[in-house]
């Protein structure tokens, strides 16, 4: 069992840079793809971008991609995601989360964090 712990977000204006952080409990971390979700005020949780086991591979939602960048540290059992350029549309919950396979599909992640608030004011 994998558990993820959320921070790094906050309050920042348009066009700032927050960068959010996951530390997971466990030595299987580095088995796990690890991904951010987010979830806007009366909207849907929807995928971000996660990031394979090693590292060396990353996907993005279009509406990050250039903006967002994930990567993690398996010695630190912990997975980052770079914010910059960030915009209004961007205030949500973030989570992390853990799956055995590389997916976007939220049915597909096994373990969630809690969720970290980022709001971005115009």
């Known amino acids: 069992q994998v558990q993820l712990v959320e921070s790094g977000g906050g309050l920042v204006q348009a066009g700032g840079s927050l960068r959010l952080s996951c530390a997971a409990s466990g030595r299987t971390f580095r088995?796990?793809?690890m991904a951010w979700f987010r979830q806007a005020p009366g909207k849907e949780r929807e995928f971000v971008t996660y990031i394979n086991r090693s590292g060396g591979g990353t996907y993005y939602a279009d509406s990050v991609?250039?903006?967002f960048t994930i990567s993690r540290d398996n010695a630190k059992n912990t997975v980052y995601l770079q914010m910059n350029s960030?915009?209004?549309?961007d205030t949500?919950?973030?989570y992390c989360a853990a799956s055995t396979s590389a997916s976007s599909t939220e049915g597909h992640y096994d373990y969630w964090g809690q969720g970290t608030q980022v709001t971005v004011s115009s």
């Open 31 to 33: 088995t796990y793809v």
């Open 65 to 67: 991609k250039g903006r």
């Open 92 to 94: 949500a919950v973030y």
């Open 86 to 89: 960030l915009k209004p549309e």
